[in-house]
């Protein structure tokens, strides 16, 4: 099986229907021998030019708004091969291969390959019918499986620890004769933490695209029936009301509630500091029953991340207390304003009800009816692992790993390799590898280390290089744009479509300066507010009420400012992305996918965002 | 006030009466269940037959449709010009006369307003048939002042039933519906000085999505939208969400308004401020959405609507008939093969289209 996408009549024919050539980017000053930071097979190549450059490559924005740390292209290389696998060679889905992946200048670049041979897709269509089969007959108790198997591959990575190497070796090893010592135990807990994201990882596409497939045919139903519904409607029909995306949330409500209940409000909203506050509280005489609930609530829904969770600088709640904090002071003066905090669970489940029944009773026929009633059925069974996923794995599983990391990064302080436990993202996690070889022979032969002169400086280098990267904008494509866009990941999750790729084909040619951008209308609405550009996480502290918030991608936790927020626009992202699934659950205007909102617009512009029509407009600019 | 040739609309006797003709007794119905219907009188299909026994003109009136049936078009109008003609000069009889002046009286009563301003228009009891809606062949005279104006164009809409288009509206190719002996109400109704108006159906006309509302509107009276001479601004809006899904503005620079120079409705310019302005505020397409659900509802069936928006904002239903294209067709399958769920799944991996529009 190869891939048969290749295109070697596009670079010629139609030079004004393509993209800037991959191979055309130029480093930035300052960035060069960025390559270094990065494997070898994820690099452009000129032995791989014919292809690579007849390829359409877009940035993935979504999982990676920023230059890739080293060590975080572990979540990337992973789902290079757990995406691409379930669709080349598991399933195999018919027309799609795998996504393939290209670093350029720090920023991941993503490819679907497409099979176009009728009689390939033919043969592959009789395997995929029986397998993909197989789990849409028995979704529910393959899905009740996968969460075991994901609660178990968590518990593993929990027991993983990792410890500076002892100056003498402990009297179990020997008088329990193991024959292993902490050297062995150091390596083999590096390669189970490897391996356990790599297991969890695999896990994350198990059904993932038999899901988005199944939601997906739906949707088309829809929209040849109803031509003109709304993404965000047809979501509403099969979309859960108690999806474990909201549980965090709500456990800060339930919080918020108790602390009214014990008296202890005015302790929370007078701290800023979530530590102050709960120094105060453990003070406070109901103190301490509050914080049993709170020590509760956070096992495990705090371990939640403040990004999309792939990346080491998302930090989650439970090591960043001021989301939760903030959200929790706004629900405590929502309480005693006398409001009622809790999500309408009932109303939005009867209006879900309303809204589905109303599109059935329109249809034109029985037999449409019945072809509708079965899609939704089988749109809504996917539905609760296409949303719950995300939780097991970015947020609990993911946030978990990255503190673990960081664990190991302190072993790499505490012999002298690294001033910050934070320097071990500088390194790819097979470099990892041999400076935990490095340090085990310094620890064995009693001489110093070859890390311990190397690893400081070639870390400050790597710091610079990509401190430069992250003042680049990746365009959003590259390349050679497809006829068609067949992968069902590409279009629901990056919102990628023959339209989205024409419109970022005139942005880049003479779009500059209209004051207008378009993207996918993802929750509906018409705000006009002061813009707030966000590219980093960090930044989200920023926002201020009224705002519209302009970013990459946004993440589910940063619900807690979703609050304050007038609308939301991402440069990438589909319908289903998370910024348009807290958008509607806010009941914010939002549009996803608008490829520039973060280059074109800048922070204090007033700005138009309609989320019906899925339009940004620049309405003045920033006031002094 | 009420005699057998008149029947107010919001009378007990008047919701699904066959007296008031299709579209008079429709607003009957809507008055009833308490939709904003300007108040009106139908002079009733009982006063047209006796009008044309008393003048001796009910034999000849069959015999014109029968050679109308068979004739062609030059001796229909022929024939037309000579019966409408004999109608405008006939004598009225006296107990209809009275009645009419009566019920002109006392809806200047009703509204408090002398020579009270009044749309006149027939309303057929032919309207009802399934694939014939009559539409724009029946008369409507706007801005009518007075009784003695009424009187003259109640004859009017009576010849107009031998107009030669209606002699020769012939849907569905053969001419039952011309020879059919068809009564006809004339309506006389408070006009509604609209700031704007148009029609609206509860369906897209063109796909025959049923989950569509679509306003067609423009700014004055709606006769330039009914009468297609002003190109109207158009919204599609989601009839289960209420959101707007298209909206296609037109700029307008004339207007149809009564015209206190000529006394009467004509083409007047649209306010400099007005041309480019969108001539519904989104508070009123909601509005007109919600209104034509609630109708489409209470008839249990596909309508189409024409409304007005008065001047200070106040949204009126002024005539509402059954959708009649979609109502004999069937729009395009979402589906083109019957299959389960999971079928359709697979063939959607495997590059295949549940329908040929799909995603195309």
Known sequence: MTVTNENPSGAG???????????????????????????????????????DDGKFWFFDGMHNPEPLYPFDTIMTENWWVAVSQMSTRVWPVPPALGIDHRIINGYL????????????????????????????????????????????????????????????????????????????????????????????????????????????????????????????????????????????????????????????????????????????????????QWLAAFEQAKEPWFWFSTGAGYTHSDRAWIDDLRLPFTAMRGYIEALTRGEDIRRPLDAILAERTRVTGEYRSYLPSDEDREAFDGLVEIARKVFPFVENHNFYVEHWHHSLFWSKVRQLGEVFVAHNFFDDHEDIFFLHRNEVYSALYDLIIGWATGTEARGVTYWRPEIARRRAIRETLSTWS?????????????????????????????????????????????????????????????????????????????CRITAPSWAPVFSKLGAAVSD????????AIVSREYGLPAVVGTGFATITIKTGQLVEVDGNQGTVRILEEAEK | ????????????????????????????????????????????????????????????????????????????????AGFTAEIEAAPLPADLEEAVRGAYAELERRTGIEALPVAVRSSGESEDLAGASFAGQYDTYLWVRGADEVLTY????????????????????????????????VGVQQMVDARSAGVMFTLDPVTGDRSKVVIEGCWGLGEGVVKGDITPTRYVVDKVTFEVVTRALSRQEVQYRFDPSTKAVGMVPVHPDRCDAPCLEDEHID???????????????????????????????LQVRPETVWSQRRPEAPILEKKSAVDHVLMRFSGGKLATKAGS
């Open chain 2, 287 to 317: 509005q007109l959405a919600q209104l034509a659900k609630r109708i489409e509802r209470h008839r249990g069936a596909p309508q189409d609507i024409e409304w007005a928006i008065s001047e200070a904002g106040d949204v009126h239903v």
């Open chain 1, 572 to 579: 990438v992202g589909g319908i289903m992305a998370h910024t």
């Open chain 1, 109 to 288: 670049y993503v490819s679907p390959n497409a099979v176009t041979d009728p009689e390939e897709i033919a043969r592959r269509a009789e395997v995929f019918g029986v397998r993909a089969g197989h789990y849409y007959g028995n979704w529910d108790e393959i899905y009740d499986k996968w969460e075991v198997k994901a609660k178990d591959c968590i518990e593993r990575l929990k027991a993983i620890d990792f410890a500076p190497l002892p100056d003498m070796e402990p009297e179990s090893s020997v008088f329990e004769h193991t024959g292993t010592y902490s050297s062995y135990r150091l390596l083999t807990s590096y390669g189970d933490l490897i391996h356990n994201l790599f297991e969890m990882g695999s896990y994350h596409f198990e059904m993932l695209n038999l899901g988005y497939g199944a939601y997906l045919t739906f949707r088309e139903f829809c929209q040849q029936a109803f031509p003109g519904i709304t993404d965000q409607t047809v979501a509403s029909m099969v979309s859960g009301i108690d999806i474990l995306l909201f549980r965090p949330d709500d456990e800060v409500r339930k919080l918020a509630k108790l602390a009214v209940e014990l008296d202890l409000a005015e302790v929370i909203t007078s701290h800023e500091d979530p530590h102050a506050a709960l120094a105060a509280i453990g003070a406070h005489a109901s103190g301490e």
């Open chain 2, 154 to 185: 109640l004859r009017k809409c009576w010849a107009g039933m031998f107009g030669t288009a209606v002699l020769t509206y012939r849907p569905d190719g053969g001419a039952s519906v011309v020879t059919a002996d068809h009564g006809i109400c």
């Open chain 2, 1 to 80: 006030m009420t005699s057998p040739h008149v029947l107010w609309i919001d009378d007990p006797a008047a919701p699904g009466s066959r007296l008031l003709g299709g579209k008079f007794g429709s607003l009957a119905e809507m008055t009833e269940a308490g939709f904003a219907v300007p108040p009106g009188f139908g002079i009733t299909t009982t006063a047209y037959r006796h009008f044309l026994e008393a003048a001796g003109l009910a034999d000849r009136a069959r015999q014109v449709r029968e050679q109308a049936a068979t004739a062609d078009l030059a001796t229909v109008s022929a024939l037309s």
């Open chain 1, 474 to 550: 990746p365009p959003p494509a590259l390349g050679v744009p497809p006829e068609e866009i067949t992968e069902p990941l590409t279009v629901m999750l990056w919102g990628i479509t023959p339209e989205s790729v024409q419109e970022w084909l005139g942005v880049g040619a003479d779009g500059e300066g209209s004051g207008v951008l378009r993207g996918v209308a993802a929750s509906p609405g018409k705000v006009t507010g002061r813009a707030r550009v966000i590219t980093d996480p960090e930044q989200i502290h920023e926002v201020e009420q009224g705002d519209i918030l302009i």
């Open chain 1, 13 to 51: 024919q139609d030079d004004a229907a393509r993209f800037t050539s991959p191979f055309d980017i130029e480093a930035p000053a300052g960035a060069e021998g960025w390559e270094s930071l990065y494997p070898y097979y994820a690099l452009l190549s000129e032995d791989r030019r014919a292809r």
